[in-house]
């Protein structure tokens, strides 16, 4: 049990003394879970609110898609991405294997379905009454959408949050995609993967010890978010 | 003649194919009080979301001012506005839920003013409420919210679908007097269905029955569910807990509503005389409500469970000696009974 003891107080001293290892993995970390997650919430968000929102032909088929995609493994989008990505692949020419750009598309992927799916929910499980309550006040087609999307809000939240969670904490993509390059694209679990194979349980609780902080500030932002609006 | 604010002329509604509302023409005067009564299921609440412009008729058509109107019609959309009879608060705070309409129209000018005199309308202090958000309102108070926020439009149209359902009497009143002011003030046209049929009667210009889903007649007619059951006579019968029969010709179906618009009432203790066509039956009055339009007094008589009504001229009921509780004869038509 000492080591982790010891990996522990390593870790305090690693973020005290800002380790530059520990830091840039932190800030790959950040950076390609920010741009995936908004690219995610950008496009999931109006999909999932009129996948939810309208009846057409073929919804309840889209829905399984959707519900399925979200128990997409990573490693597997990983392969696809990789394979798309590689000099061989149809997007070889953009040279984006092995760069910060290249996972985000794999984590966009990865949560996307996860904010479809969760802001569907959200919405279908609005009061029904709402839409009489919002007509009934004088709101036209325009002001109806975007009144019943406001009033979701709490339930779209919650579904970014649980694909902000997926997508900090995921390995499969960025190993495969990023392929866990020292100052480059080895990010906070690719990190912690390897500085365990190698027996550096300081570094991998120190970077643990961060991915916890992070999703306890977005957890408090949101908090925050909810209790004003 | 004076322009009816609504005109439906063949209006049919279906949800899945059932017909849930048929009426074939109805005119509403403006500023008028008009009530709705009938039992759960008669198609209240549907006339009252297809006069909101909250759905679209299966068939017809509704003349708003004199033009034909459809959901989120401009010309309509602003004048009329419907409380449903579960009216949901949005998640935001009182004084945002009762500004909502007003800002939908850009209607921004001495929004606070307005706000706080609508809540004020319903007894809710601006300073006690305004900040609190939507959970935290008890039923009667969300319901007073919810019609302050209708209030605060000054609209042409006010539906109101069960507005005193499920709040205590204190509310009750408040919502009542904060819905008649309405009128009073700004010459809303108030459209309200209710169970509370003393109210409606005290209040309305003209009330509506409605009966699975058509116009009945005026609320002083008694329907009579099924079954029936056949008679040696070749009519049909219906067996009272207490004994006493109502007999009626013989329906098209033993589960038909028989509708009974023709009824006396006297007083005495020996079983009154009538013709042979008649059926004589004895009750109780149970309540007595003075209608606002005609000065009448609409009075129930409990035949042992079944509600009869009649309508009779303030005079009689002096003269008469009529009082809830008295004991009474009430008689009918056999021949006069009409089926639905």
């Given at each position: 049990m000492d080591f982790i003891f010891e990996g522990f107080l390593q870790a305090l001293n690693l973020l005290a003394s800002g380790n530059a290892e520990t830091y840039s993995a932190i800030i790959a970390t950040v950076t390609v879970s920010s741009y995936s997650i908004g690219c995610s919430l950008l496009?999931?968000?109006?999909?999932?609110?009129?996948?939810?929102?309208?009846?057409?032909?073929?919804?309840?088929?889209?829905?399984?898609?959707?519900?399925?995609?979200?128990?997409?493994?990573?490693?597997?989008?990983?392969?696809?991405?990789?394979?798309?990505?590689t000099h061989r692949g149809p997007l070889?020419?953009?040279?984006?294997?092995?760069?910060l750009p290249g996972i985000a598309i794999g984590q966009t992927i990865l949560a996307l379905p996860i904010v479809i799916g969760l802001s569907a929910t959200a919405v279908e499980s609005m009061d029904q009454k709402l839409g009489v309550t919002i007509m009934s006040l004088g709101a036209n087609r325009r002001q109806l959408f975007f009144s019943s999307l406001w009033e979701s809000r709490h339930?779209?939240?919650?579904?970014?949050?649980?694909?902000?969670?997926?997508?900090?904490?995921?390995?499969?993509?960025?190993?495969?995609?990023?392929?866990?390059?020292?100052?480059?694209?080895?990010?906070?679990?690719?990190?912690?993967?390897?500085?365990?194979?190698?027996?550096?349980?300081?570094?991998?609780?120190?970077?643990?010890?961060?991915?916890?902080?992070?999703?306890?500030?977005v957890n408090i932002s949101v908090s925050f978010l909810r209790r004003r609006y | 003649m004076v322009l009816p604010i609504y005109e439906i002329r063949s209006l049919k509604h279906?949800?899945?194919?059932?017909?849930?509302?048929?009426?074939?023409?109805?005119?509403?005067?403006?500023?008028?009080?008009?009530?709705?009564?009938?039992?759960?299921?008669?198609?209240?609440?549907?006339?009252?979301?297809?006069?909101?412009?909250?759905?679209?008729?299966?068939?017809?058509?509704?003349?708003?001012?004199?033009?034909?109107?459809?959901?989120?019609?401009?010309?309509?959309?602003?004048?009329?506005?419907?409380?449903?009879?579960?009216?949901l608060l949005m998640k935001r705070s009182v004084f945002r839920n009762?500004?909502?309409?007003?800002?939908?129209?850009?209607?921004?000018n001495n929004l606070i003013d307005r706000v706080n005199a609508a809540l004020s309308l319903v007894g809710l202090p601006s300073e006690n409420f305004a900040r609190r958000p939507w959970y935290a309102l008890s039923g009667g108070e969300a319901q007073r919210v919810a019609l302050a926020a209708r209030l605060a439009l000054r609209p042409k149209v006010l539906l109101l679908d069960e507005p005193t359902a499920g709040v205590d009497a204190a509310s009750a009143q408040l919502i009542k007097e904060?819905?008649?002011?309405?009128?009073?003030?700004?010459?809303?046209?108030?459209?309200?269905?209710?169970?509370?049929?003393?109210w409606l009667y005290e209040v309305c210009d003209e009330v509506i029955h409605l009966f699975k889903g058509r116009k009945l007649g005026t609320g002083r007619e008694t329907v009579v569910f099924g079954p029936w059951q056949p008679r040696e006579d070749g009519d049909c019968q219906k067996v009272l807990p207490d004994g006493q029969l109502i007999i009626v010709p013989k329906p098209s179906h033993p589960h038909a509503c028989a509708v009974i618009d023709r009824v006396a009432i006297a007083r005495g203790d020996k079983n009154p005389e009538v013709k042979a066509e008649q059926v004589?039956?004895?009750?109780?009055?149970?309540?007595?409500?003075?209608?606002?339009?005609?000065?009448?007094?609409?009075?129930?008589?409990?035949?042992?469970?079944?509600p009869f009504s009649v309508c009779l001229a303030r005079h009689r009921i002096s003269s008469d000696g009529f009082y809830p509780g008295c004991r009474i004869w009430l008689s009918y038509d056999r021949p006069a009974v009409k089926w639905i």
């Open positions: 496009i999931g968000i109006p999909f999932g609110f009129c996948l939810g929102y309208f009846d057409f032909n073929g919804k309840k088929s889209i829905r399984t898609v959707v519900d399925t995609l979200m128990a997409l493994p990573t490693v597997f989008i990983g392969l696809l991405v990789y394979a798309f990505l070889g020419n953009f040279g984006l294997l092995f760069t339930g779209i939240l919650a579904g970014a949050i649980a694909a902000y969670g997926r997508v900090m904490t995921e390995v499969g993509i960025s190993m495969m995609v990023g392929g866990n390059i020292k100052w480059h694209t080895r990010t906070i679990t690719t990190a912690i993967a390897l500085e365990t194979n190698k027996g550096q349980f300081g570094m991998g609780v120190a970077l643990g010890l961060v991915l916890l902080a992070i999703a306890f500030c | 279906s949800y899945a194919d059932q017909t849930v509302l048929a009426l074939e023409h109805l005119t509403v005067q403006p500023a008028s009080i008009v009530g709705l009564i009938g039992p759960n299921g008669s198609g209240k609440s549907t006339l009252l979301r297809l006069l909101g412009l909250i759905e679209r008729p299966t068939e017809g058509k509704i003349f708003f001012n004199g033009l034909c109107v459809e959901p989120f019609a401009y010309e309509a959309r602003f004048q009329i506005t419907l409380l449903p009879q579960e009216p009762v500004s909502y309409g007003l800002k939908l129209r850009g209607n921004q904060a819905s008649l002011r309405a009128r009073q003030e700004s010459g809303t046209t108030l459209i309200v269905a209710s169970h509370d049929w003393e004589v039956l004895s009750g109780i009055i149970s309540r007595m409500a003075l209608e606002h339009a005609s000065g009448d007094v609409v009075v129930t008589i409990l035949i042992a469970n079944v």
